[in-house]
């Protein structure tokens, strides 16, 4: 296994201008592991004791419903803590956690995370502000999915991946990630045969082409389509 390195500590957002000694008691103590495209990080519900950071690759965060359909709520990228410390009594998870390709990830005891954000400040401050964003994300999706045509929530969400994960390609944003009409359509929570006549709708307006397996937005034009009435 890879041996962590301070390279690797600079990838991490929550890592940026901590203590050096910060720095180096992140290193001794962090372990990195291997995960393979579509193995399971952890379940919901499970018991979790150890807070994990992505270095390297993607990841999905999803619940899953009454009747067994997944929900897609996150892609991670390379930086971005994957689960929350928790603290409740049970440090029950209530997300799982995919790999959405092969990935490479820190790990930490959890105690042992919580006596270094104890002695540096910049680091607890750096973990709310990543927790806000990532509340922020939450709302703007809450507020997506309700009372919007399917369209509109197809645009909304492939302006957001366009934004994470885009390549400008003149007037056409390549989406530099692998996402299939299924997985886009359990990141909206709806059958893939909606997902279709949704992005057929986009497609008719110019505002998304597909090339294969290639997806191509307007960021423009997709903002305005979503939030006008």
């Known amino acids: 296994m890879k041996k962590l390195m301070e390279y690797d500590i600079a990838k991490v957002e929550i890592f940026k201008n901590i203590k050096a000694e910060t720095k180096a008691k992140l290193i001794e103590i962090g372990k990195l592991k291997k995960l393979d495209k579509k193995l399971i ?3 919901e519900k499970e018991k979790l004791e150890k807070l994990y950071i992505l270095i390297e690759g993607k990841m999905s965060i999803f619940k899953m419903s009454e009747n067994g359909e997944r929900k897609i709520i996150f892609i991670l990228n390379q930086g971005e803590m994957i689960n929350e410390i928790l603290l409740n009594e049970n440090n029950t998870s209530t997300v ?7 990935s490479l990830i820190l790990e930490y005891n959890t105690n042992d995370f919580m006596n270094i954000i104890e002695n540096d400040f910049t680091l607890t401050k750096n973990i709310l502000s990543y927790m806000e964003k990532r509340t922020r994300r939450l709302y703007r999706q809450l507020k997506n ?6 369209d509109k929530k197809l645009a909304a969400k492939l302006y957001r991946i366009g934004k994470e994960f885009g390549i400008s390609k003149g007037q056409w944003t390549f989406i530099n990630v692998n996402v299939s009409i299924t997985y886009i359509a359990d990141m909206l929570g709806c059958k893939r045969e909606t997902l279709s006549r949704a ?5 008719d307006e110019g505002l998304v082409k597909i090339e294969g397996k290639k997806i191509y937005t307007k960021q423009k034009e997709l903002a305005k389509y979503f939030k006008n009435n």
């Open 96 to 102: 799982a956690c995919e790999a959405f390709e092969n």
């Open 41 to 43: 990080l952890f379940a």
């Open 199 to 203: 992005m057929k709708t986009l497609q």
């Open 145 to 150: 999915s309700i009372s919007i045509k399917m």
